[in-house]
Structures are given as structure tokens and as C-alpha cells.
């Protein structure tokens, strides 16, 4: 009997390392959550991120001045292992900018990420479920050919929203939640 139920605790326990879920309304993740601005490579973009009382919201401008062009925010770093998931539901809403979904298992900023282009929403509420095999590979901003492998998902280090276009302008994102399934 007692085996039956450990065996049952480390069953549930395994699923659920698979359900990675960031809920910024109730649960309040995010506290840890950062800016990272294209100063890191000259750019003057500005972003600015606030817990609210059901969401985390990301606001700034994006600058082009001295070659930049995005602004970010992310995860703590960590390991999110991502494999055993297939789609990744959020409920969001944008303005001004197009804003991707990224993920990343380097802790460089210079090596190759994945991400995934949100719908904009102009100011409107919305849930979507993206699926993890659309995310495309990028370097530096140049999307390549590559397709996201499972060992990449397995050792994911980073999550996190990055400004979309190389265009100056005001934006707004403010999401409530996010879960890998």
C-alpha cells in the first residue's frame, strides 16, 4: 500500500514538472521577471514592467537610434523543461507593437533563441494556444531554418516577450497567464 501511493506521488509529480505555468494575476509570478533593453548593444529602446493586480504588464518605447530596435522582458534563469509539451496557452493583450514569445537555453544573449510571434490584439483581451513546433529559430535577429528540437525544450533556461519589428513606437503587453502543455 505504501509503495502504491509513493508510486502515485512520483507519478503526479512527473506530470506536472511537464505543466510549466506562469500565472501573473493570482499566483503573482513575475516578481522575478526582468527588463533587458537593447543598451546591452548600444540601442536607447526603454521598457518598463509592473505587477498589476491580475497580470504583469510590459510597457516602453522602441528606439532604432544607435542601431537598436527591441526591448525585452524574461524570465529569472532557470531550467523549464519544456519537452513534454506540444502548445503553450496565454491570455494576453497588445498594443502598438507586435511582441513574440521567447524561449531560450543559453545564457548568453548573442546564441540562438526561438521565438513566436503573438497576435496583436490592439488593447483587446484574448486566449490563444500556440503550438511549440511554430516557434522559428533566431541569432542576433536573423531568423534561420532551424526547427526547435526536444533537446533544446529540455533544457529551456529562459522565458520571456520581446518587442517584434524594427520599428520605433510606443507599446503595451499584459498577460495573465502562461502554461506549457
Known amino acids: 500500500m505504501k509503495a502504491s501511493i509513493l508510486m502515485i506521488i512520483g507519478l503526479v509529480s512527473l506530470l506536472s514538472m511537464n505543466n510549466i505555468k506562469f500565472d501573473f494575476g493570482s499566483d503573482k509570478d513575475g516578481r522575478d521577471w526582468e527588463i533587458l533593453n537593447d543598451g ?107 526547427k526547435i528540437s526536444n533537446a533544446f525544450l529540455s533544457g529551456v533556461k529562459r522565458i520571456g516577450f520581446i518587442t517584434s519589428e524594427k520599428k520605433e513606437g510606443d507599446f503595451m503587453v499584459e498577460i495573465d497567464y502562461l502554461i506549457f502543455e
Do not use: C, P
Not at 56 to 81: Q, R
Not at 103 to 112: G, I, S, V
Not at 122 to 142: A, H, P
Open 40 to 146: 546591452v548593444m548600444g540601442g536607447l529602446s526603454k521598457g518598463k514592467l509592473e505587477l498589476d493586480k491580475n497580470s504583469i504588464k510590459f510597457t516602453g518605447k522602441a528606439s532604432l537610434d544607435n542601431y537598436g530596435g527591441f526591448t525585452s522582458v524574461k524570465s529569472h534563469f532557470g531550467l523549464y523543461d519544456l519537452s513534454g509539451s506540444s502548445k503553450v496557452k496565454i491570455r494576453y493583450r497588445t498594443l502598438g507593437q507586435s511582441i513574440s514569445l521567447s524561449l531560450e537555453n543559453n545564457m548568453k544573449f548573442y546564441r540562438a533563441y526561438f521565438k513566436l510571434l503573438l497576435v496583436d490584439t490592439e488593447g483587446d483581451w484574448t486566449v490563444n494556444e500556440l503550438y511549440i513546433k511554430e516557434f522559428k529559430q533566431f541569432n542576433l535577429g536573423q531568423a534561420s531554418n532551424e
